[in-house]
C-alpha cells in the first residue's frame, strides 16, 4: 500500500516534477503535488495549503533552491526541503545543507529521493511530537502555577 505523501514541488519544468513523482510512487509513495516556479506562488501555496515535505531545483530562472530555502526559513514553517540539481558541484550540497537544507540530490541520481524523503518525514514527525510534548509540559506547570 502507498503512503500518501504533500508534497510541493519548486521546478520551472513540468517534466522534472513528473520524474520526481514517479520516483517517489517507485518508492511507495502516492504523491500529491503542486508545481510553483515563483516566490510569490510558493509563498501564497504555503499559506494555502498544508505540505508534508518541498522539493526545489537549485537552478530556475526565475527562482532558486537557495531562495526556496528563505522562502521556507522565512514562513516559520517546519516543513523539511530537499535540492535537487542537474548542474552543481557536490561542494553545494554541503553549503545548502549548512544553509538549513535537508538534502541536495544529483538528478542523475534520483535513486536517493526515496531515502531521503523517508527520512525527512520521520524527523519531521519527531520533531512535531518533541514540540507536542513541550508544548504539554508547559501547560502543565502553567497550572501548576495558578
Keep these: 500500500m502507498s503512503?500518501?505523501?504533500?508534497?510541493?514541488?519548486?521546478?520551472d519544468s513540468e517534466d522534472d516534477s513528473l520524474l520526481l513523482a514517479d520516483e517517489l510512487r517507485e518508492n511507495g509513495y502516492d504523491p500529491t503535488y503542486l508545481r510553483v516556479e515563483t516566490?510569490?506562488?510558493?509563498?501564497?501555496?504555503?499559506?494555502?495549503?498544508t505540505?508534508?515535505?518541498?522539493?526545489?531545483?537549485y537552478t530556475m530562472p526565475r527562482f532558486?533552491?537557495?531562495a526556496a530555502l528563505q522562502v521556507v526559513?522565512?514562513?516559520?514553517?517546519?516543513?523539511?526541503?530537499i535540492l535537487v540539481s542537474g548542474t552543481a558541484e557536490d561542494h553545494t550540497?554541503?553549503?545548502?545543507?549548512?544553509?538549513?537544507?535537508?538534502?541536495?540530490i544529483l538528478?542523475?541520481?534520483?535513486?536517493?529521493?526515496?531515502?531521503?524523503?523517508?527520512?525527512?518525514l520521520r524527523e519531521a514527525e519527531h520533531r512535531r511530537q518533541r514540540r507536542l510534548a513541550e508544548e504539554g509540559l508547559f501547560d502543565a506547570a502553567?497550572?501548576?502555577?495558578l
Design 51 to 57: 505540505w508534508d515535505i518541498i522539493i526545489a531545483d
Design 73 to 81: 526559513k522565512d514562513s516559520g514553517l517546519d516543513i523539511p526541503l
Design 3 to 11: 503512503v500518501p505523501v504533500r508534497v510541493l514541488i519548486v521546478d
Design 39 to 49: 516566490p510569490q506562488e510558493m509563498i501564497d501555496t504555503l499559506r494555502e495549503q
Design 142 to 145: 502553567r497550572k501548576r502555577a
Design 93 to 104: 550540497g554541503v553549503e545548502m545543507m549548512r544553509a538549513g537544507a535537508q538534502d541536495f
Design 64 to 66: 532558486s533552491g537557495p
Design 107 to 120: 538528478k542523475h541520481n534520483l535513486s536517493r529521493l526515496g531515502p531521503a524523503v523517508d527520512r525527512e
